[in-house]
């Protein structure tokens, strides 16, 4: 039980064009999911903070007009790269949990290339 | 206060030996202390978590090892294998729901 699928696994885009990450919690009612950035052979930051039916809570120096999250349901929440540019090519994981529950689930993550 | 500070960044060993991945946290609100493996391109998978209540909880060949006074905690992975050559991030969180708070990483290597 508790898995998180997130699509796509990889995905290229042009500079200046807009990227929607989808994350969904497949058995079980994710209240409150993450969204992390990872670089290369660093630790994962986490970006942001969505509750279902809130605005999302973004971390300091996480710019949310450019990363756009939304946690319209209990299972899925999806993040949007608007205007992406080349240093916004990142690894992007989402984690979701549970009121209630201790654990987190992560999702395989987005490599995302901005070329 | 709210770091996690994990040690050493990298490790190896030959296999069928026992690393041992080193955590230590500030925040005394943290109340569960999980650990995941992650390979590269992958996700991070949970490998064995454990709340403040307990001094050691063994899950296979992962066990960790809490010491709540010390504000430390630790993965030992008996009888290593080549398999087990991963990135490992210990991690900790307040409260149900709380944010993950990652350590930065050890990078395993177990040599045949």
């Known amino acids: 039980g508790a898995v998180v699928s997130q699509h796509p696994s990889r995905v290229i885009c042009k500079s200046g064009t807009s990227v929607k990450i989808e994350c969904r919690s497949l058995d079980f009612q994710a209240t409150t999911m993450f969204w992390y950035r990872q670089f290369p052979k660093q630790s994962l930051m986490l970006m942001a903070t969505?509750?279902?039916?809130?605005?999302?809570?973004?971390e300091q120096g996480v710019e949310k007009d450019k990363f756009l999250i939304n946690h319209a349901s209990l299972t899925l929440s999806t993040l949007t790269v608007t205007s992406a540019h080349p240093e916004d090519s990142s690894f992007y994981i989402c984690s979701a949990t549970r009121q209630g529950w201790y654990g987190y689930t992560f999702g395989s993550g987005t490599r995302l290339t901005v070329v | 206060q709210q770091q996690v500070k994990q040690s050493p960044q990298s490790l190896i060993v030959q296999k069928g030996g026992i690393p041992i991945i080193n955590c230590a946290y500030e925040?005394?609100?943290?109340?569960?202390f999980p650990w995941y493996q992650q390979f590269p391109g992958k996700g991070p998978a949970l490998l064995i978590a454990?709340?403040?209540?307990?001094s050691e909880k063994k899950e296979g060949r992962f066990t960790i090892s809490f010491n709540k006074s010390a504000k430390q905690f630790s993965l030992h992975i008996m009888d290593s294998q080549p398999g087990d050559s991963a990135t490992y991030f210990c991690a900790a969180a307040g409260g149900s729901q709380g944010n993950l708070i990652f350590g930065k990483g050890t990078k395993l290597s177990v040599k045949p």
């Open positions: 454990i709340r403040p209540d307990v």
């Open positions: 925040n005394t609100a943290f109340d569960y």
């Open positions: 969505s509750n279902e039916g809130s605005k999302a809570t973004y």
